[in-house]
């Protein structure tokens, strides 16, 4: 009997306690509910982070440029699994690690950019859920729409590679034309562009402005709000981060409800399961909000059938 115990003992503390690293594109407090949302995910499944699980917390704070030296330490504490809010980095750690499974909560077009092999079959070290980018466009228009049904001629003011919005911006315009929308391509290279981005929306006549999701738009997310409100036109964001910050409006997936269902995936990987066999998930959960201040600030209102759809509205 003894020799049982003395032999389960050492098993016991022979046990690694998993290791989660996670990357989140943002600074601490702007990241506080999706941290929350997995660390809640996570004890949904028997985890609790100090006793059967750690966690290690990187923050890029709305920078790209400290992302490859942030996956490197995760990589070098020897993390069990990787979990990124941002597609951006979801290249720096696919570049840095074929061997560490990587789960993203929310990328922009993984198949388009090239991250995973398909969605069903997502092939290598990645997979997550992605955020339904290039799909959910055509919603944003038709609330912008709706919101202001005298809008004819919309923006799109982009970043990114210019084939790849080329792209999107005809999967765009077709949404658009469904409703009786004329869509203007508006490309910028860098931040140094932005200014001549935005001038060039308001010298092209265009009525409002759709931002279609980027780490760009994320990264550069005070200048967007800042230069939209100096040239008093509506616009509509990719999703309630931006309205918090003091965007017009916002529609895309609830993020933290990703971050809720990313952590049944890193459960799946920790117990063997390989991110190469898990499907690329859809979010199921999407948020529509309104800053009522913003809109009193460059003299718009919002009728009340639209304010009466959004799940938030900032008065």
């Not at 004329?182 to 409002?208: P, R, T």
Request: aromatic content about 6%; charged content about 25%; hydrophobic content about 45%.
């Amino acid at each position: 009997m003894l020799l049982t115990v003395a032999v389960v003992t050492e098993a016991q503390q022979g046990a690694k306690t998993p290791r989660i690293g996670m990357l989140l594109a943002n600074s601490v407090s702007a990241s506080t509910t999706r941290v929350q949302a997995m660390q809640q995910g996570l004890r949904e499944l028997g985890y609790v982070e100090g006793k059967n699980i750690s966690i290690e917390y990187r923050y890029a704070d709305g920078k790209l440029e400290p992302l490859a030296e942030l996956v490197a330490e995760l990589i070098h504490l020897k993390v069990d699994v990787i979990v990124i809010d941002s597609s951006t980095a979801i290249d720096v750690a696919k570049k840095a690690t074929k061997t560490i499974a990587v789960v993203f909560t929310g990328a922009i077009d993984p198949v388009g950019e090239g991250q995973v092999a398909s969605l069903a079959h997502p092939g290598g070290n990645v997979t997550g859920l992605s955020n339904l980018a290039p799909e959910l466009n055509g919603k944003r228009l038709e609330l912008l729409k709706e919101a202001f049904p005298k809008v004819k001629r919309v923006g799109r003011l982009a970043w990114g590679r210019p084939t790849r919005q080329e792209q999107r911006f005809k999967e765009d315009e077709l949404a658009a034309k469904g409703l009786g929308l004329q869509l203007q391509s508006i490309l910028v290279k860098d931040a140094d562009d932005l200014e001549k981005g935005f001038a060039g929306a308001k010298n092209a006549g265009v009525h409002a402005l759709i931002f279609p999701p980027s780490p760009f738009l994320n990264t550069n997310l005070a200048r967007f709000i800042d230069l939209t409100a100096k040239i008093r036109l509506p616009a509509i964001y990719p999703g309630m981060v931006h309205v918090e910050a003091g965007g017009l409006m916002g529609y895309g997936p609830d993020r933290d409800d990703n971050f809720r269902r990313a952590a049944v995936y890193v459960d799946k990987i920790l117990k063997g399961a390989k991110p190469a066999d898990l499907p690329i998930q859809q979010p199921t959960k999407f948020e529509f909000g309104i800053n009522l201040k913003t809109a009193k600030q460059i003299g718009l209102t919002i009728p009340p059938n639209v304010l009466a759809r959004a799940d938030k509205v900032i008065k």
